[in-house]
């Protein structure tokens, strides 16, 4: 019977932070569009970064709007700087794991870009120093994160901070957000960019 009660704690604990973000985010989430959706229209690229299941969720995001959501168009320029192990183990190994991230945005950003980071916690190092990389080269930056938001929502050009302090929490709400900004980006960009 103990499971029982815990699966239905954890779902209620769930829901009460989809409904905290219904609630409270959900003019931060069309800024995000917005900020996204011109920036991809006026022939600028995503940059998406993470670590751990937030390494996973750049990924994802990256894919949704490569390839496709829901609606059949163009593919969207994206990019998640998680995914290529030649370059996050040689400037792992040559420049410290802080500079995963930072020394991609260096290479790959350019102005009118959008890099994009995600984190629980809002402390992640290597993304905190692209984001750093990523304004100095002129492009804006947004992030996901977590509790209190960290010294991440306090540097980014717009934040969005999940209302949860438990990590199962953040990551869920954090996808569900991701493929928030699929939908509504996809459904703004597709009529003007079928192939």
Known sequence: ????????????????????????HVATILRMVDKISAALQSGGKLLIMGNGGS???????????????QMERRALPAIALTTDTSIL??????????????????????PGDLVFGISTSGLSGN????????????????????GDGGPMAGNADLA????AKEVPFIQE???????????????????????
């Open 55 to 69: 390494a996973a969720d750049a990924q994802h995001f990256a894919a949704e709007l490569v390839g496709r959501f």
């Open 160 to 163: 969005l901070v999940v209302p």
């Open 127 to 146: 993304v905190l120093q692209a984001m750093a990389a990523a304004r100095a080269i002129g492009c804006q930056t947004l992030c996901l994160a977590g």
């Open 89 to 110: 183990t040689s400037v792992g190994n040559d420049y410290g794991f802080e500079r995963i991230f930072s020394r991609q945005v260096e290479a790959l950003a350019r």
């Open 1 to 24: 019977m103990m499971a029982m009660d815990e699966i239905f704690e954890y779902l209620q604990g769930h829901v009460a932070v989809i409904n905290a973000l219904s609630e409270e």
């Open 173 to 195: 709400a954090q996808l569900t957000i991701i493929h928030l900004l699929c939908k509504l980006i996809e459904r703004r960009l597709a009529p003007l960019n079928r192939s």
